[in-house]
T-cell receptor, first 112, second 114 residues
């Protein structure tokens, strides 16, 4: 049973560019959440997707957007990258209505 | 507003010594509480969780945590630390508001001396 997978593992981008990160949820899960973990900080909630719609959003600008596909996989898009967007981006999956989330290994994004 | 506080940024213990990592939360209703561990460059691994019932919960790797409603705390403990326990530990509260998102503390970095 595959757990949560994320791709790519590492990514280096330049300020102003756009990036897409991908997440496949644990088998059987239908809800995907994204978190940003800056260096030395705890993860911060970006948004959550269920039934292909964004259900709630944390305190992140509109440069951060996402998508969920019919197979429940998800993408996180960040436009107009800033140096401050450098972080580990974590994807977590769960079953609708279940508090327990399973985290992927993360994508390390470096913006230069 | 919901929040989680981990007062200790760094903790150093000797191998074989006991460990307690502190976590305090602010949440209006009965919280769903979690402890995660993160090794350098890795994702988050769930150590244990509290949803309801017995306030002392057992987790993996010999860890346990006690929920104390009167103190709004959920401290993590281990009776004898191993060198492999060196990592960063995060406490989190599950916030309902329709999304079941997690609110994390800032983490405690554990160093283990041989």
């Amino acid at each position: 049973d595959a757990g949560v997978t994320q791709s790519p593992t590492h990514l280096i981008k330049t300020r102003g560019q756009q990036v897409t990160l991908r997440c496949s949820p644990k088998s059987g899960h239908d809800t995907v959440s994204w978190y940003q973990q800056a260096l030395g900080q705890g993860p911060q909630f970006i948004f959550q997707y269920y039934e292909e719609e964004e259900r709630q959003r944390g305190n992140f600008p509109d440069r951060f957007s996402g998508h969920q596909f019919p197979n429940y996989s998800s993408e996180l898009n960040v436009n107009a990258l800033l140096l401050g967007d450098s972080a580990l981006y974590l994807c977590a999956s769960s079953l609708e209505g279940d508090y327990e989330q399973y985290f992927g290994p993360g994508t390390r994004l470096t913006v230069t | 507003a919901q929040s989680v506080t981990q007062p200790d940024i760094h903790i150093t213990v000797s191998e074989g010594a006991s460990l307690e990592l502190r976590c305090n939360y602010s949440y209006g209703a009965t919280p769903y509480l979690f402890w995660y561990v993160q090794s350098p460059g890795q994702g988050l691994q769930l150590l244990l969780k509290y949803f309801s019932g017995d306030t002392l919960v057992q987790g993996i790797k010999g860890f346990e945590a006690e929920f104390k409603r009167s103190q709004s705390s959920f401290n993590l403990r281990k009776p004898s630390v191993h060198w492999s326990d060196a990592a960063e530990y995060f406490c989190a509260v599950g916030a309902s508001s329709g999304t079941y998102k997690y609110i994390f503390g800032t983490g405690t970095r554990l160093k283990v001396l041989a």
